[in-house]
Nanobody, 116 residues
Framework: QVQLVESGGGLVQSGGSLRLSCAASGTIFSINYMGWYRQAPGKQRELVAAIFSSGSTNYTDSVKGRFTISRDNAKNTMYLQMNSLKPDDTAVYYC??????????WGQGTQVTVSS
């Protein structure tokens, strides 16, 4: 079983920065990719950024140039550096891990609120 614990959320003013962390623990077999999703009130959960086992990354268009996803394999931790935050970035951010056998795990979520 894999546990994912997010941290780093909070309240920040527009234009500010936050760094989210996702610590993975448990029995972790081959990882296909890890990602950050977010869900704003009344909206569907959306993929924000993903990092694959190869190290390649993908971002949704609205965060390109502002957010950076990274991993520290030694610490089993994934990060999301968020700069130039906007009120539209306000959401609950979830950590996601998908194994090569396509098992999917989710964290409990961390709230990010950006005030204008």
């Amino acid at each position: 079983q894999v546990q994912l614990v997010e941290s780093g959320g909070g309240l920040v003013q527009s234009g500010g920065s936050l760094r989210l962390s996702c610590a993975a623990s448990g029995t972790i077999f081959s990882i296909n990719y890890m990602g950050w999703y977010r869900q704003a009130p009344g909206k569907q959960r959306e993929l924000v950024a993903a990092i694959f086992s190869s190290g390649s990354t993908n971002y949704t268009d609205s965060v390109k140039g502002r957010f950076t996803i990274s991993r520290d394999n030694a610490k089993n931790t994934m990060y999301l550096q968020m700069n130039s935050l906007k009120p539209d970035d306000t959401a609950v951010y979830y950590c996601n891990l998908v194994t090569k056998n396509l098992y999917t795990y989710w964290g409990q979520g961390t709230q990010v609120t950006v005030s204008s």
